[in-house]
């Protein structure tokens, strides 16, 4: 299973990005999927999650600003929204298949103020 993403790079504070993760694999054959987070000198966070049925979940700090979906071309997606500096951080998506979790290279996202 190989995971892409792109979509990163730099942006102003308020701006929007989407982030793209292409995968492999039938990307619904995946039990769940998900986007980290990890800024420098922190730990990676879990940002948001969609699962095999499509329900999603998202971190406290994604709430109402970042949305997590995908589509049949095996890609999933996250839009973010009113982006705040401290949303800075290499951003990686995952996907569980059995019981291997499967990581992408990361795609960097920066933040100005």
């Known amino acids: 299973v190989q995971l892409v993403e792109s979509g990163g790079g730099l942006v102003q504070a308020g701006g929007s990005l989407r982030l793209s993760c292409a995968a492999s694999e039938n990307i619904f054959s995946f039990k769940v999927m998900g986007w980290y987070r990890q800024a420098p000198g922190k730990q990676r966070e879990l940002v948001a999650t969609i699962t095999a049925g499509g329900s999603t979940d998202y971190y406290d700090s994604a709430k109402g600003r970042f949305t997590i979906s995908r589509d049949r071309s095996n890609t999933m997606y996250l839009q973010m929204r009113d982006l705040k500096v401290e949303d800075t951080a290499v951003y990686f998506c995952?996907?569980?298949?059995?019981?291997?979790?499967?990581w992408g290279q990361g795609t960097q996202v920066t933040v100005s103020s």
């Open positions: 995952s996907a569980a298949l059995g019981s291997i979790v499967y």
